[in-house]
């Protein structure tokens, strides 16, 4: 079988591979490729020729790119097609229509990210998206192992480890673990990896074999080894993925921690070694591109984009292996990438690949080519939309290297946690996703590149070591904490210091009645700011338009957003060295300073929390979420510390 490129006129080539240099105003890659999959899956998802929708790994493939594309744009389109599919197939009582836990199938797992996601979530029966995740989270206590402890990719495969199970498992299962707060279920995650890397792992190319059948009896496994005979893209594609999907999950202390990221560090290398140095892109059979009837395969080829740039961005892997995904983005976007009716479509996937079964598969060179080639397969589209995330955040990496904490000493909350059952700190934090959290504000901060920490100690020099921006938010009342930790001169001092050598601080205070205003006042004025002792913008209700505010053209923080909701907010009483950024009326409601080589900005409310930022709630009049990305732009620009 030969691959057919795809070609089409060159002025439409520029623009896909150069619209987010020279285009600003147009839709990214991201989102015209996922608005073009819901144009072909407007009510559900059905896969390949079936003639239904089923739970199944590529809807959770997808669900997870829209996700991303969600994130990057604030559009609620994008979560409300990821709730409805959802809500197809997961009841009221947790069970999950189609899904059957005794079939002991990996690949039944991968959706499991996205009822995570949504029972974290402030959103309506969020309990039944826990209840699903715990269901699946059970089919890994039954799953049959190897005698070493590896997962069988399926029941039906008895004895087999595959690459594809790796990505189909151990993202969902390191984030469980992460969110139920069961660490040892780390130490599995893991042990999965390093059964993979020792069973499949060639020493001579570096590259992994398909599969692995640990009893040596299947007629495709080398009856040393134990390995299928060739290397599949698609199958070390999704092993890529996997590794660094599942690092999102691992504790910073975790011992297999740093070897997960040296798997990653082995296998980039490996990867460019293979990279077609004409196409950017790599084969189907990957050791044997030249040999007649292989051709460069899409899915395979997004998944390497996505690893190699993803592995960049997250500090994993050295800077230079970003040009190896630039010119692997390039080749994508020239052979793959066509326009049909003026929607995009995605050629050049290969329908399946696997071993065994009936008609049995032998994972010979000859078996990966009989497999057609589709177009608009899912297994290409939502690597493809992932890879193309992961290089428009690479476009504007203002953060990179730099580290964003949020205080959570001043600021320092308790609940207990809905999943986990344990006492979390909440409010205004990275990892709170409910209504009241940053987690949306967070994630545009790692999209530009940055670091995203929580300092919970005193703003001592030594626990802002290392830190570029510092945001404190609206600190605790004696009604909210009944052992609050007040604003103390020593900490004026400490912050002071630090903001006089190069760092940037951002104070956000809240409606008098809900935030310790005078002695956080004592910080304010120490940069000549006061949060006054008024309510502005009293929203009764849904009457949105009562906490608008607009926000002047020129300015030189929000260069994109030219309105925002801001409701019940404390205005600043400003002197030197402050000055007024956004009033209204009489009012400044956002003030800056300079002091030293460092920055202020103070604002009267946290407005940008994931109630406000993540588009589900208030009008799209107000930007909100461009208001968001403009002011972390700006703060990571600010930073002058070394």
């Known amino acids: 079988m030969s691959f057919r490129s795809f070609l089409f006129a060159g002025f439409?080539?520029?623009?896909?591979?150069?619209?987010?240099?020279?285009?600003?105003?147009?839709?990214?890659?991201s989102q015209r490729m996922a608005d073009a999959f819901i144009s072909w899956h407007p009510d559900s998802i059905v896969i390949g020729n079936r003639k239904t929708a089923r739970w199944d790994y590529e809807q959770g493939l997808m669900l997870k790119a829209l996700e991303r594309v969600w994130q990057r744009t604030g559009d609620a389109r994008y979560f409300t097609y990821i709730q409805k599919d959802l809500d197809q197939f997961v009841r009221p009582d947790g069970s999950i229509r189609?899904?059957?836990?005794?079939?002991?199938?990996?690949?039944?797992?991968?959706?499991?990210?996205?009822?995570?996601?949504?029972?974290?979530?402030?959103?309506?029966?969020?309990?039944?998206?826990?209840?699903a995740a715990q269901q699946l989270r059970k089919q890994l206590e039954g799953q049959p192992r190897t005698k070493a402890g590896g997962f069988w990719h399926k029941k039906i495969y008895t004895n087999q480890m595959w690459l594809d199970g790796l990505y189909m498992a151990e993202p969902f299962y390191a984030e469980y673990s992460q969110v139920f707060n069961q660490p040892a279920g780390f130490n599995d995650v893991a042990k999965?990896?390093?059964?993979?890397?020792?069973?499949?792992t060639d020493p001579k190319t570096g590259l992994m074999y398909h599969g692995y059948d640990e009893s040596r009896e299947q007629q495709?496994?080398?009856?040393?080894?134990g390995q299928s005979p060739n290397f599949w893209d698609r199958g070390l594609g999704w092993y890529a993925m996997a590794l660094v999907d599942v690092l999102d999950y691992f504790p910073q202390n975790h011992p297999q921690r740093q070897q997960l990221i040296k798997?990653?560090?082995?296998?980039?290398?490996?990867?460019?070694?293979?990279?077609?140095?004409?196409?950017?892109?790599?084969?189907?059979?990957?050791?044997?591109?030249?040999?007649?009837?292989?051709?460069?395969?899409?899915?395979?080829?997004?998944?390497?984009?996505?690893?190699?740039?993803?592995?960049?961005?997250?500090?994993?892997?050295?800077?230079?292996?970003?040009?190896?995904?630039?010119?692997?983005?390039?080749?994508?976007?020239?052979?793959?990438?066509?326009?049909?009716s003026g929607a995009l479509t995605f050629n050049g996937t290969v329908s399946v690949g696997g071993l065994g079964g009936k008609p049995y598969r032998d994972?010979?060179?000859?078996?990966?080519?009989?497999?057609?080639?589709?177009?608009?397969?899912?297994?290409?589209?939502?690597?493809f939309i992932l890879a193309s995330v992961e290089m428009e955040t690479a476009a504007n990496a203002v953060g990179q290297g730099k580290t964003v904490a949020v205080d959570n000493y001043f600021n320092h909350e308790l609940r207990k946690n809905a999943l986990s059952g344990q006492q979390e700190t909440w409010h205004y934090t990275w990892d709170d996703r409910t209504h009241g959290g940053f987690y949306f504000w967070g994630q545009q901060f790692r999209d530009l590149g940055a670091k995203t920490a929580t300092i919970s100690a005193a703003p001592t020099a030594a626990a802002l070591k290392g830190v570029d921006v510092f945001i404190i938010v609206d600190p605790d009342t004696k009604k909210e904490t009944p052992q609050p930790n007040f604003v103390q001169p020593a900490d004026v001092q400490a912050l002071k210091k630090w903001v006089q050598d190069g760092g940037t601080l951002m104070l956000m205070a809240n409606d008098t009645s809900n935030c310790e205003i005078p002695r956080f006042n004592t910080l304010a004025r120490a940069f000549g700011m006061e949060f006054l002792p008024l309510n502005l913008n009293m929203v009764k209700g849904s009457e949105f338009e009562q906490g608008r505010v607009n926000i002047p053209a020129g300015n030189a923080v929000f260069k994109t957003s030219k309105s925002a909701y801001i409701k019940e907010l404390a205005p600043l009483k400003v002197q030197a060295p402050a000055t007024p950024?956004?009033?209204?009326?009489?009012?400044?409601?956002?003030?800056?300073?300079?002091?030293?080589?460092?920055?202020?900005?103070?604002?009267?409310?946290?407005?940008?929390?994931?109630?406000?930022v993540d588009g589900r709630k208030i009008p799209t009049s107000f930007e909100n979420y461009n208001a968001g990305r403009d002011l972390a732009t700006w703060l990571l620009q600010q930073s002058g510390r070394k």
């Open 12 to 29: 439409l080539l520029a623009s896909l591979s150069t619209q987010a240099q020279t285009a600003p105003a147009a839709r990214p890659m």
């Open 98 to 131: 189609t899904y059957k836990l005794e079939d002991y199938n990996l690949d039944n797992l991968t959706t499991g990210h996205a009822l995570l996601t949504l029972s974290q979530m402030s959103v309506p029966q969020a309990e039944k998206y826990r209840l």
């Open 192 to 200: 999965q990896f390093a059964l993979i890397e020792q069973n499949l």
């Open 220 to 225: 495709w496994a080398n009856k040393t080894t």
């Open 263 to 340: 798997d990653v560090q082995r296998l980039a290398p490996v990867l460019v070694k293979y990279q077609g140095a004409s196409t950017g892109t790599w084969a189907l059979v990957m050791d044997q591109a030249t040999r007649k009837g292989n051709y460069q395969e899409a899915s395979g080829s997004s998944m390497f984009v996505y690893f190699l740039q993803k592995g960049v961005r997250m500090g994993y892997l050295d800077k230079k292996y970003a040009a190896a995904a630039r010119k692997g983005y390039d080749g994508l976007l020239k052979q793959f990438v066509a326009e049909e």
């Open 363 to 383: 994972g010979s060179f000859e078996y990966y080519l009989t497999e057609p080639l589709r177009k608009n397969d899912l297994k290409g589209v939502g690597p």
């Open 581 to 612: 950024l956004v009033k209204m009326g009489e009012h400044t409601v956002i003030a800056t300073a300079k002091m030293g080589k460092g920055t202020v900005l103070a604002v009267g409310d946290p407005w940008l929390y994931n109630e406000y």
